[in-house]
């Protein structure tokens, strides 16, 4: 018996559903969201329109889960990287710098998908990005009016948005690890940056 065509996969709901989402995700980083459309989604992933609004009910859902997966799997490197840190002052903003630059340095060995900032300016995606950003700072209130540790994530957005979706070489990646370190200085207490310069 023959192996089932791609297009058939009846037994296999979540796998077409989390094509769709990655096929949805790469489509608005190459193209931006104006362009994309459910008929190119359906074509990339290899399914019928129908397949796909039997998993989303419109486009608009299925924008919305791709965006949540995209943050998702940010959000645990962000979630994993607080584990590692007992340092109370900064401790998210640490976390953040450092998933944006690892990220941003690791889109070419991962065969990234993820949205650039440039993409984000669009209104519905800025629109999540910043829900995301402001659900994850209520965890840590006292990060989100803390002008230095502003400034950190500020540096960590600036550099993504200039640099993300480019191949880096080596100067590139040099300046992205030498911006990092800045940013994370930035996320040190007035008091340990006052004991580190004297």
């Known amino acids: 018996m023959s192996a089932p065509s791609p297009r058939i996969r009846r037994n296999a709901p979540d796998s077409v559903r989390q094509a769709l989402l990655l096929c949805t995700a790469r489509l608005i980083a190459q193209h931006g969201l104006a362009a994309l459309t459910v008929q190119d989604v359906a074509d990339a992933a ?3 329109k129908g397949a796909l609004f ?3 009910a419109n486009k608009q859902a299925l924008i919305d889960a791709a965006l949540a997966a995209l ?3 940010f959000e645990v490197h962000v979630r994993f990287l607080l584990e590692q840190d007992d340092i109370a002052y900064g401790r998210f903003s640490r976390a953040y710098v450092r998933a944006c630059f690892d990220h941003l340095l690791q889109q070419e060995q991962a065969n990234d998908i993820g949205l650039s900032l440039a993409h984000l300016l669009e209104p519905a995606l800025l629109a999540h990005w ?3 950003m402001r659900r994850l700072l209520a965890e840590f209130p006292a990060e989100a009016c803390d002008a230095r540790l502003y400034a950190a994530r500020c540096v960590a957005d600036g ?6 979706g480019q191949p880096l070489g080596e100067e590139e990646r040099r300046s992205a690890l030498a911006m990092a370190q800045e940013a994370l200085k930035l996320c040190r207490s007035p008091s340990e940056t006052l004991s580190a310069a004297a």
């Open 71 to 73: 943050t998702d799997d």
């Open 159 to 164: 550099y993504w948005a200039t640099a993300y």
């Open 54 to 56: 039997h998993h989303f």
């Open 46 to 48: 290899g399914v019928s």
């Open 130 to 132: 910043r829900a995301w």
